[in-house]
């Protein structure tokens, strides 16, 4: 007679993999996904190496969402403009008046844009290439020559 597997029965079902999906693309996180299915982080993540459906659904519904924040970025680094309704009182009576909102180039978002996209061009630390190897030596002589006589 041929033994099982130990331990308690999978509480994962094939209805999760699109679960799975939504979840993601809704912007939860992993410690949100396993509250969600009453299951431990270290469950999920056996699930995502197991069940390699599970984890294309996972990455598909994080893609959606992490586009969606890109595109947001992308629209506040350069500012811009929707329709929009105000509403009003005249008389008693609302009114609503359309108008167009408009929100300016956003110069913090731009900086991160820019960082994250172009590292090469937009980052912060600079490297200065020395080429003479005897630098230490250059440095200790200019040391010398500035140092007050005793």
Not at 98 to 107: K, L, R, S
Not at 138 to 146: C, I, K
Request: no cysteine.
């Amino acid at each position: 007679m041929a033994k099982g597997k130990g331990g308690r029965p999978s509480k994962f079902d094939p209805r999760m993999i699109e679960e799975a999906r939504k979840l993601a693309a809704f912007g939860a996180t992993d410690e949100e996904m396993a509250a969600f299915w009453g299951i431990g982080i270290s469950t999920l993540d056996n699930w995502k190496r197991d069940k390699p459906e599970f984890l294309g659904a996972l990455k598909a519904g994080k893609e959606i969402s992490d586009s969606a924040v890109e595109r947001s970025l992308y629209q506040r680094a350069l500012g811009y403009s929707h329709p929009a309704v105000k509403i009003l009182q005249y008389e008693g009576q609302p009114i609503e008046v359309p108008y167009t909102e408009h929100y300016p180039p956003d110069a913090t978002s731009m900086i991160f844009w820019l960082k994250n996209r172009r590292p090469d061009r937009w980052r912060d630390k600079t490297e200065v290439e020395v080429k003479d190897g005897d630098l230490a030596a250059r440095l200790e002589r200019a040391y010398q020559r500035r140092k007050p006589k005793a």
